[in-house]
């Protein structure tokens, strides 16, 4: 208690005495590419903004703790307050120049309920992403306060970047599709349409992938296989040969037929569970190679985007990253977020890709924004198209397998992918064109507020049409008989909709509804 006493005069006469220096910073996210993205210091803490040492085009945020003051550290004052009955999960990250145990701690003050903080430990050299949970907490909050290893006095010089909250503020995409180019509803019983998917089977690296993955990637149905409107692809615990290299650990590994530049991803998943368990959803340039181009642009020069990575000893977070030559091929350029129950619930994980900038979102909420100030073929390979893998990997960077693991799935109600109208370039490669021949209706505007009108095109007889959200739950029914342009008002909050229409004979067909402010 009086350690506590001696850290709140020590907090409080600091934020006196500065308060008067320090600017308001912009809405979270805080990335300190603005002028307004500067903290104020505090019991001898400087404070700086840097360029990130694994990326050159990247600016940072840097603390440089003296070791006068067992307390120092630096706060912001957002220009609006932080609701955390809203927005509870903060994420950050955090470079730590050694391998030493250091403590990161996340305080919010000036607020309606009392001061709310949370820790969390980093023991790894380089950039780690963190995670603090303020479920269990409630109010509005004025100022954000962080700490490196407080209550020791210690020195050290340590960066941040990409603070935020998932706050709507921060959810701005500089280009929205709606325009549906390819999907897989995963609509058929067996194994994956061949013209949608290859299974890569072949290990790269003498019999083993890259990683120290454990795993076999099989192209059977015991791991790869579309029932019931889903995916599901299962790691499984098994002594499995393949070229006389045995491994005890099966899982599947899927590579798109098509692939694209620019647009949107949408992803609908429920992960696996397990400790070791890695499960992802990502991209890779063409260039790298696969089972219809020749490889000419080796990795990671051909890009590669993480749409989600996660990893069974860390649940419910949820990571976004790109790999590039300027970070030679390391974990650099990544966000992370929090999700609930990502093993028994469904969520929308995305990836909106325009020639500007690549953005990462769960559920339709925005957490990280990559966008180099600085684009050449080593930060930005990203103006080639690339195709689209899902796979559950095992061990390895993924970390120690649970020995009482048995199997564990990926379930996958759809993938779809978006372009125009209004992108910059339309689909480049595709071998599975056939979604716009079905588009029978059209959403105009698109994006809009709620108020649209649905033209149709050759459909006969009536239309059951249904409204659902981005976890495929239905919100409104209705029946469409009239085949002239229906009106639409809908009193919906911004985000991600579909509309479903099925005709007599049981056809379905989709439409992705934008909602904005």
């Known amino acids: 208690?009086?350690?506590?006493?001696?850290?709140?005069?020590?907090?409080?006469?600091?934020?006196?005495?500065?308060?008067?220096?320090?600017?308001?910073?912009?809405?979270?996210?805080?990335?300190?590419?603005?002028?307004?993205?500067?903290f104020t210091?505090?019991?001898?803490?400087?404070?700086a903004k840097t360029t990130d040492p694994l990326d050159a085009s990247n600016q940072v945020g840097e603390f440089r703790n003296q070791g006068g003051d067992p307390w120092e550290g630096g706060f912001i004052d957002p220009n609006s307050s932080m609701d955390i009955d809203?927005?509870?999960?903060?994420?950050?990250?955090?470079?730590?120049?050694?391998a030493n145990q250091h403590t990161v701690t996340l305080k919010l003050e000036n607020g309606s309920n009392?001061?709310?903080?949370?820790?969390?430990?980093?023991?790894?050299?380089?950039?780690?992403?963190?995670?603090?949970?303020?479920?269990?907490?409630?109010?509005?909050?004025?100022?954000?306060?962080?700490?490196?290893?407080?209550?020791s006095a210690s020195t050290g010089t340590f960066l941040f970047d990409d603070i935020h909250n998932g706050s709507s503020d921060s959810v701005a995409l500089d280009t929205i599709y709606t325009q549906l180019v390819w999907a897989d509803e995963f609509d058929y019983f067996g194994p994956v349409k061949p013209d949608n998917w290859f299974s890569e089977t072949v290990p790269p690296q003498n019999g083993n992938w890259f990683?120290?993955?454990?795993?076999?990637?099989?192209?059977?149905?015991?791991?790869?296989?579309?029932?019931?409107?889903?995916?599901?692809?299962t790691a499984k615990k098994e002594t499995y040969d393949f070229q006389g290299n045995v491994k005890n650990y099966t899982s599947a590994r899927l590579n798109s037929m098509f692939s694209f530049t620019y647009g949107r991803v949408d992803v609908l998943a429920k992960l696996p569970e397990g400790d070791g368990t890695w499960p992802a959803i990502w991209m890779l340039g063409n260039s790298i190679g696969n089972s219809q181009y020749p490889a000419t642009n080796p990795w990671p020069y051909c890009g590669e985007i993480d749409i989600m990575e996660h990893w069974g000893n860390n649940p419910n977070v949820i990571h976004g990253s790109l790999h590039t030559g300027s970070s030679s091929g390391a974990t650099v350029n990544t966000g992370s977020t929090l999700a609930s129950d990502v093993s028994n619930e469904f969520h929308l994980y995305s990836m909106n890709w325009s020639p500007n900038e690549i953005s990462f979102l769960v559920d339709s909420e925005l957490y990280y924004t990559y966008n180099p100030s600085v684009k050449n073929p080593d930060t930005w390979p990203f103006d080639d198209p690339q195709f689209i893998l899902l796979n559950i990997a095992m061990g390895g960077v993924g970390g120690n397998i649970d020995p009482n693991f048995t199997e564990s799935s990926m379930v996958i109600d759809y993938v779809r992918v978006y372009q125009g109208p209004g992108a910059d370039t339309t689909v480049k490669v595709s071998v599975y064109d056939q979604l716009e021949e079905e588009t029978q209706f059209r959403i105009s505007p698109n994006p809009n507020q709620g108020d649209f009108e649905l033209a149709f095109e050759d459909i006969e007889g009536s239309l059951q049409l249904s409204i659902l959200n981005v976890k495929g739950q239905v919100l409104e029914r209705r029946e469409i008989t009239q085949k002239d342009k229906q009106r639409f008002s809908l009193d919906l909050p911004a985000g991600v909709y579909f509309i479903e229409a099925t005709d007599e004979i049981g056809k379905a067909y989709k439409e992705r509804l934008v909602i904005s402010e």
């Open 211 to 233: 990683n120290g993955e454990v795993q076999h990637y099989t192209d059977r149905t015991d791991n790869a296989v579309s029932a019931n409107g889903m995916l599901t692809i």
């Open 1 to 38: 208690m009086f350690e506590y006493m001696i850290r709140f005069i020590l907090v409080a006469s600091a934020f006196f005495f500065a308060s008067m220096a320090n600017l308001r910073a912009q809405t979270l996210p805080i990335d300190f590419n603005s002028s307004l993205d500067n």
């Open 86 to 98: 809203v927005y509870p999960n903060y994420t950050m990250r955090f470079y730590s120049p050694d």
């Open 41 to 47: 210091g505090f019991g001898g803490l400087t404070f």
């Open 114 to 151: 009392p001061n709310e903080e949370r820790s969390q430990s980093v023991t790894s050299m380089g950039w780690n992403s963190l995670s603090f949970d303020f479920t269990a907490a409630a109010g509005n909050y004025g100022r954000l306060t962080l700490f490196v290893d407080g209550g």
